[in-house]
Structure formats: C-alpha cells, structure tokens
C-alpha cells in the first residue's frame, strides 16, 4: 500500500469511528432528552417512541453516509458477519 492510498484510509476509518461516536451520542442525548418530563411537559409513551424514531432518523440521514449509521454495536457485529465491515472496524465501534 503506498503512503496516499494508507493516509487516505486512515482518515476514512477516523470519519467512521467518530461518526459512529457522534451518532451514538445524538442518539442518547436527543432520545434521552425528549424522555424528560418537566417544563409542563408530560410524556407518554407514544412520545417517547416517536421521539426515538425521530433521533434515529436524523441520526441515520445526518452520519449515516459516513459511519454506516452504526449506533448500536449489535448492528456492527452484524455487518461483520455478513463481511461489510472489517474485524478493525468492529473493535473500534463497539469499544468506542
């Protein structure tokens, strides 16, 4: 591998894992933060999983083109078994 192509994808495995980083904690801050009841606020449980659906949408729009949307390590391992992601890839995301 030349010295361009492994710089190259360094930096592509470094937008992947902080992607992954990212999109995890959009998710529980944005779905955690819509749980809270307070401010006259009430929520239910049909807000609560429609605030959820919501998170995981933006979530998947905003980083999935970078980081595969790889918010929850069971999806990691299972694109590992299936060969889309490397063995690397899946220690980094799921330690991470």
Do not use: W
Not at 23 to 50: E, K
Not at 63 to 86: E, K, Q, R, W
Request: negative net charge; glycine residues 12%; hydrophobic residues 50%.
């Amino acid at each position: 591998m030349e010295h361009k192509d492994l710089e190259h994808y360094v930096v592509y495995h470094r937008f992947q894992v902080s992607g992954g980083i990212f999109g995890t904690a959009t998710l529980m801050f944005l779905g955690c933060m819509g749980c809270l009841d307070g401010f006259d606020n009430v929520t239910t449980n049909l807000s609560r999983g429609i605030i959820f659906g919501f998170t995981v949408m933006v979530v998947i729009l905003t980083f999935g083109v970078v980081s595969g949307a790889h918010i929850n390590p069971v999806v990691s391992i299972a694109a590992y078994i299936y060969g889309d992601l490397s063995g690397t890839m899946v220690l980094f995301i799921c330690t991470l």
